[in-house]
């Protein structure tokens, strides 16, 4: 037994069953053993891929995703993956070679300083200097991973520590059960439930907003709370399909391009009751500003999220299920109070999305979208990259539960959406996949159409191209005078030609007559695929709340 052959051990015991990950010198070790373990491996093309991979796996399925690299450039190429996870509380474990340890600190060949590098975008990073302390350094990284608020952590390994000799009983043996597992999830406060009934009672205009803490569990008790009332709710990006399918007083998604109708109530509101979200800029706006007649009544199992960016009056420092649980048997002790009448008010103040009119026989990148939407399966899972198809597929999601929409939400980082696909695809075999991504970050990620031929992985790919890097164009034609500077990208490539050049089959959609049949054809062709949307290419997401200001300030499509 060695160092590698312990690391896989212990991923066994976490139930480990796919590993993403690119190879290197100092990781050989630990290739050499996967070579005929039972644990997956799966060769992504690069290491941020294999990071967002195993995001997109963890995102969608619950279970911590694990990545692998080398030691330097490995490593380092997983930083913007692991910030990710770390913004929207996604549980990875990357593990990465080291150099020899006799090398640390000279500047070796490939060597970088990667626990002080992820130090400030980690829950935890660790540096295993013996072999022996391999089991139970795994086993506390996963602990963390997936304890509390959810989050990346990183495992550096050197060289001559995955080579060396071992007792077996140090490799196998349970490691002693950290701390932090045996911990107990927060509980909200008595007093703090019985004040947060008190103001739900006292209401009149109250709006709940669910947000990414739902992915943690809770979700019919969530939907059990807000019918009991009737109440207007609204969720963050992160949140999408929290809601009841059909819920009639779901308002939709809020913030920056949210739908009319969730930012006005909340705007509106007597009281916010905000759910497992920790109230971003992209939400609030202007924080000053933001939902002025509002008492606050915010739950979260991170205590350090309260009165960070909004004031609470009523904190509710626990962990959502348990936190829901004890509202509705605190409420259930009284009246409840009911909120129809505000509900259908609420809805009323929004209205059908707009969209840019950009002529009847070019095809617009909404309309492609509402197509998509329309043809697929109801259970189906769709990540997105980052931008402006982002926030139109966002604003037309309708997913069963939050698991079945992944986005890069908090960073905003393209090139997340395809390999995602990828993660989110061998955590569910069998399961529709889509990937939602954009001309500018699909060429970041453009090579792992070699991941998907070489495992047949059945993930779809809807490309909407608009020859621009689009959000930044939108930006820079709304608030920089159209000096369209470094966005166009009238110059790509012909998409259809290099999908089928790595063997994927491809289609083809520039004319809006065409859409629905071949939606279909995409969407019934086995396998996987990319259809390719030639879309217009100053089209405009709406509505849009300016960075920095509120839903007063909101704008609408131009007629």
């Known amino acids: 037994m060695n160092g590698a052959r312990a690391v896989l051990e212990a991923l066994e015991r976490e139930g480990v069953d796919i590993v993403f990950g690119y190879p290197g010198g100092a990781i050989m070790p630990l290739y050499d053993a996967l070579f005929e373990h039972p644990v997956r491996h799966v060769l992504c093309r690069h290491e941020a891929a294999a990071a967002f991979a195993a995001s997109g796996y963890a995102r969608t399925s619950g279970r911590v995703g694990v990545c692998c690299a080398t030691s330097g450039p490995g490593a380092t190429n997983l930083v913007t993956a ?115 009934v008190a103001l739900i009672r006292s209401a009149r205009r109250p709006v709940a907003i669910i947000g990414g803490g739902i992915r943690a569990g809770g979700l019919e008790r969530y939907r059990a709370f807000v019918g009991m009332l009737g109440i207007p709710h609204a969720a963050t990006i992160m949140a999408l399909g929290a809601a009841a399918p059909n819920d009639p007083a779901f308002l939709g998604m809020l913030g920056m391009h949210g739908l009319k109708a969730a930012n006005k109530a909340v705007q509106r509101a007597d009281l916010l009751i905000a759910l497992g979200m920790r109230f971003d800029d992209r939400v609030t706006g202007k924080p000053d500003r933001f939902a002025r007649e509002a008492t606050v009544i915010h739950a979260d199992i991170d205590a350090t999220e309260f009165n960070k960016i909004i004031s609470a009056n009523v904190a509710l420092h626990g962990d959502l299920p348990e936190t829901l649980a004890a509202l509705t048997t605190e409420l259930q002790h009284g009246h409840v109070p009911r909120f129809d009448d505000w509900a259908m008010e609420a809805r009323l103040l929004g209205g059908p999305l707009p969209s840019d009119r950009v002529g009847e026989h070019i095809l617009s990148a909404t309309d492609a979208l509402d197509r998509f939407y329309d043809a697929i399966q109801p259970d189906a899972i769709i990540t997105t990259d980052v931008g402006q198809h982002q926030m139109w597929a966002a604003q037309r999601a309708r997913p069963q539960n939050p698991r079945k929409f992944a986005t890069s939400a908090g960073l905003g980082a393209m090139g997340f959406g395809f390999p995602a696909a990828i993660g989110a695809a061998f955590a569910h075999p069998g399961t529709a996949v889509y990937a939602v991504v954009g001309d500018g970050g699909f060429q970041m990620c453009l090579p792992e159409l070699a991941t998907l031929r070489r495992y047949d992985v059945p993930v779809k790919i809807v490309l909407i191209d608009n020859r621009n890097l689009g959000m930044v164009r939108q930006w820079q034609e709304l608030f920089f005078s159209e000096r369209y500077s470094a966005t166009n990208l009238a110059d790509n490539p012909d998409f259809a030609a290099i999908a089928r050049a790595y063997g994927i089959t491809a289609f083809s959609l520039s004319d809006p007559a065409d859409a629905a049949r071949v939606f279909a054809e995409f969407v019934a062709t086995p396998g996987p695929a990319l259809l390719h949307c030639a879309c217009h290419p100053t089209e405009n997401v709406w509505p849009m709340i300016p960075a920095g200001m509120t839903v007063d300030d909101l704008m609408e499509a131009r007629t």
């Open 82 to 196: 692991l910030l990710d996870a770390m913004m929207d509380s996604v549980p990875v474990v990357a593990i990465t070679g080291q150099v020899r340890s006799e090398l640390m600190g000279t500047d070796g060949f490939q060597e970088a300083d990667v626990c002080a590098i992820t130090q400030a975008i980690t829950k935890r990073n660790f540096l295993v200097a013996d072999a022996s302390q391999i089991a139970a350094t795994l086993a506390e990284a996963f602990a963390v991973a997936r304890s509390g608020r959810p989050g990346p952590v990183l495992v550096d390994i050197p060289n001559d520590v995955l080579k060396a000799k071992l007792d077996d009983a140090l490799a196998v043996a349970p490691a002693t059960p950290p701390t932090r597992r045996a911990a107990a999830k927060p509980r909200p406060a008595e007093d703090a439930v019985r004040e947060a």
